[in-house]
């Protein structure tokens, strides 16, 4: 862009899947600042805190990774080694233990941080070349409940808004989420919004009374797990009362009958027994709807991380379609997505239970269309293990090789000390990561350096299916590469054919080629379009194509019948772990307002710890007094998996029975029992395989020193 005292690149956050874009300038000394770019549809110039200290967690270097280090055994110590030596040693072994045991005991476990390109190159890799599907991501931790629900209601994964429409919405319904400091910035939207529109309704469900309850006309605090019990109420009041759209229930759904003989199993007072929250709630609650000309449904990990994950998402994503409230202006249903390109990942089929383009591996036309397009002989079409699956693998002895990217799972996964015991049994792990400070590293054979967000250039997609280009601002230090350039050189090094990219243009533009004639179909799009024009929303089906901000606009819908799909849920138990004696509270996890996941880029920002500096256990005064517990004491939380050890914070704003811990601290940024994954089950859901992180039995005593 402009060069004169100081240069500016525009790229987009690389926190939160709201994508908000970010001018980054440098001065001729080389330092950074970062601003919100005014002329970005998404936040308008808007930062919230961890947006706006960026430049802060970009420049410090002080816990990077500089050079590829190695060692030949477990018992040697590392030792730097040159880029050809490590990826020829990869490669090695790699070839070794494939063609011992098969491509399926190796496998890559990557992130919604990576850029498109980067998962593009990476299931190229693995599903074309290496000729397993053993690819997963970290977003199978936050949102394949949501693809499933998608999927299973609309006919494919596909988020049908438009962030325009909360200007447009007059009831936001906001189910599991937080987006006060989960998704700041669209959070302020819907402040203003309602700032402006005192008539705009806001209901929260939560079992924690969070700082997104400060906005809402309607709480409903609901006990973990009972969600889809207010979803059907809600449903079976609407229906009772008429306040339904059968025009559109009858010419554009189909199972409308066996959802509602299933809603009307339970009648709105034993459900409300049932969640704990009063019934006149749940009926104020449905006035809303029933009034609204827009509604919006929203989302996050509260639905999603559970182990009815999907179905919770398929009882929300119903109240959108019984009021036919779907594809018109202020009006949808919304998952708000965690990681800036989770669905960047989905696009290109980056989870190992899809394929490129929302394809699928059921379909043999699905896996002959790629493999022709990637000049390989065959797709397999045996999915790949998931997140959980591959640390059983691991287990097992069946996974022998994991290539771990931009991702700390010995932090994130639940049932950490699980995950670390499988982690020791695997026989080669590749840790390709920027930041010393990963808990994973202590588990590497081989360590490659990677190059930052604002050191490289790509796209991303953020929630409302805006692909972003992403400029690159600053050089790698040392000798780290892009990720997508490591991905490259390996693939070479195992002689692949096919991955000689001269620029991430050139690996863009395939990708958008891959999507022609599916339902996400960027053909029209190129590179070069999206750096002048900067962003655009999916699909983009032919050239000089505007983008397309609102799906479903015909309410013809992805199924074979072109008809969304309700789905009779008869029985919305939560299967979660049991609660006992000897466990009785309820563990759930999530984060706070200026942290990020496991704290390797915001833990080195003094001005994001003065917020939180440490974890604490919130627990309900209740709780706290039957177990002599006073504000501020040390308490250990323990169940038959682990233990944490924190402070308490005692506060009326969790429910009886409950605890919450922050997802965020590791071993290396906190030297105590800090990391709550410790605690977390390893259930997961049967469809989605997304963990049940909000539902884990515990116990909490006052810590006494021995
Ligand atoms: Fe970044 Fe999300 Fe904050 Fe926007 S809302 S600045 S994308 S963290």
Request: proline share 5%.
């Amino acid at each position: 862009m402009k060069r004169h005292a100081e240069e500016s690149f525009k790229t987009t956050c690389s926190y939160c899947g709201v994508g908000c874009g970010i001018v980054v300038k440098k001065n001729r000394k080389g330092k950074i600042t970062v601003e919100g770019d005014q002329d970005h549809p998404v936040n308008r110039g808007m930062l919230c805190s961890k947006g706006m200290n960026l430049h802060y967690a970009m420049q410090d270097q002080s816990d990077r990774l500089l050079h590829p280090e190695m060692r030949w055994s477990r018992n040697h110590p590392y030792q730097q080694v040159s880029w050809d030596m490590a990826l020829q040693r990869a490669a090695a072994v790699f070839k070794s233990i494939i063609q011992t045991y098969g491509p399926d005991a190796v496998g890559f476990y990557v992130s919604g941080q990576c850029l498109t390109e980067e998962y593009y190159i990476a299931n190229k890799l693995v599903k074309g070349f290496l000729g397993t599907n053993n690819i997963d991501t970290n977003s199978r931790l936050c949102m394949s409940s949501a693809v499933a629900g998608y999927t299973k209601t609309l006919g494919e994964d596909s988020v049908p808004i438009a962030y325009e429409d909360i200007e447009l919405a007059d009831c936001f319904f906001i189910a599991g989420a937080n987006p006060a400091w989960c998704h700041p910035i669209l959070f302020r939207r819907i402040e203003a919004h309602k700032q402006a529109n005192p008539d705009v309704k806001v209901i929260v469900v939560d079992p924690r009374r969070t700082q997104t309850c400060a906005m809402a006309d309607l709480h409903l605090q609901i006990s973990p797990g009972t969600d889809m019990y207010v979803y059907h109420a809600i449903a079976r009041i609407l229906i009772e009362n008429g306040d339904v759209d059968y025009n559109f229930i009858n010419n554009h759904t189909e199972g409308f009958a066996e959802y509602r003989d299933a809603v009307f199993n339970v009648t709105v007072e034993e459900a409300a027994r049932i969640c704990d929250v009063p019934e006149s709630d749940i009926r104020l609650a449905a006035s809303y709807i029933a009034a609204a000309k827009g509604f919006l449904t929203l989302w996050a990990m509260g639905l999603n991380q559970s182990v009815i994950g999907v179905n919770k998402n398929i009882a929300l994503i119903s109240l959108n379609l019984i009021t036919g409230h779907i594809g018109k202006p202020g009006s949808g249903p919304f998952s708000l997505t965690g990681q800036p390109n989770a669905m960047g990942g989905r696009e290109v089929g980056g989870l190992a239970t899809m394929l490129a383009a929302h394809r699928s591996y059921a379909n043999p036309e699905h896996r002959k269309e790629v493999a022709s397009f990637w000049g390989v002989p065959s797709i397999s079409e045996k999915p790949g293990l998931t997140a959980t699956q591959m640390i059983e693998a691991l287990e097992r002895g069946d996974l022998k090789a994991i290539w771990i990217i931009c991702t700390n799972p010995l932090v994130s996964l639940p049932d950490t000390r699980r995950a670390e015991a499988a982690m020791k049994k695997a026989r080669f792990v590749v840790v390709q990561d920027i930041s010393r400070k990963s808990d994973t590293l202590d588990f590497a054979d081989l360590i490659l350096p990677a190059a930052g967000h604002f050191e490289k250039e790509g796209t991303m997609t953020n929630s409302e299916r805006r692909i972003s280009h992403l400029s690159k601002a600053i050089d790698a230090p040392g000798e780290a590469l892009p990720d997508v350039e490591i991905l490259c050189r390996f693939a070479k090094a195992m002689g692949f054919h096919g991955f000689d990219y001269n620029n991430v243009d050139e690996i863009f533009d395939e990708h958008c080629r891959l999507t022609k004639g599916t339902n996400l179909d960027i053909s029209g799009l190129n590179y070069a379009q999206l750096k002048e024009s900067g962003t655009i929303q999916w699909p983009v089906p032919e050239k000089n194509h505007k983008g397309t901000a609102r799906l479903f606009t015909d309410s013809q819908f992805y199924t074979p019948s072109k008809k969304a799909k309700f789905h009779p849920l008869n029985n919305p138990e939560n299967q979660s772990e049991p609660l006992t004696s000897d466990f009785p509270l309820i563990l759930t996890t999530g984060r706070i307002r200026d942290q990020w996941h496991t704290m390797t880029k915001t833990g080195k920002v003094n001005k994001l710890r003065q917020h939180i500096d440490k974890p604490v256990l919130e627990i309900h005064p209740h709780d706290a007094m039957v177990r002599n517990i006073k504000e501020g004491d040390v308490v250990e939380i323990d169940n038959f998996r682990g233990t944490v050890r924190v402070s308490a914070k005692i506060s009326e704003d969790i429910k009886k029975g409950v605890v919450f811990l922050p997802m965020h601290w590791g071993k290396i940024l906190q030297k105590d029992l800090a990391r709550a994954n410790n605690l977390t089950s390893h259930l997961v859901d049967p469809i989605s395989k997304e963990p049940d992180f909000k539902f884990s039995a515990v116990e909490v005593r006052k810590f006494e020193k021995p």
